[in-house]
């Protein structure tokens, strides 16, 4: 179980007053998101949409991380079925267990991003 901690793609709340952000992986590759912000479309960031759906995920890599030096590191994440809010994947944060998810929203040098931590 994940729990909302933290974005940096929208000014201001992104959660109304109240609710709680949750995302709940399955070992057997079930995904249950209750209440995430979906911060797809940056210009409608104060209209609180929020995705409560379920699905599949599997892991792969979704994409890399180069950090200027032209050797590109593979990043791990899971990538979704079946989840709105044109939320195909969701990256893996840090080095080390616990990991972190990630949801990263247009360039990934803008640093738009929304983090949910283990709880």
């Not at 109240?18 to 911060?39: C, E, R």
């Not at 989840?83 to 616990?98: A, V, Y």
Request: with cysteine.
């Amino acid at each position: 179980t994940y729990e909302f901690e933290r974005q940096t793609a929208c000014e201001g709340d992104v959660l109304p007053v109240g609710k709680h952000a949750s995302i709940v992986l399955s070992q057997h590759g079930g995904i249950q998101m209750k209440n995430v912000p979906d911060l797809t479309d940056r210009r409608d960031c104060g209209e609180n949409k929020l995705i409560t759906a379920s699905g599949q995920w599997t892991m792969e890599t979704v994409g890399s991380v180069d950090k200027g030096w032209g050797h590109p590191k593979s990043a791990w994440g899971l990538n979704l079925d079946s989840i709105p809010g044109h939320l195909p994947t969701i990256g893996f944060m840090g080095d080390e267990p616990p990991y972190k998810l990630i949801f990263t929203y247009g360039d990934p040098d803008e640093g738009a991003v929304m983090i949910f931590s283990r709880k």
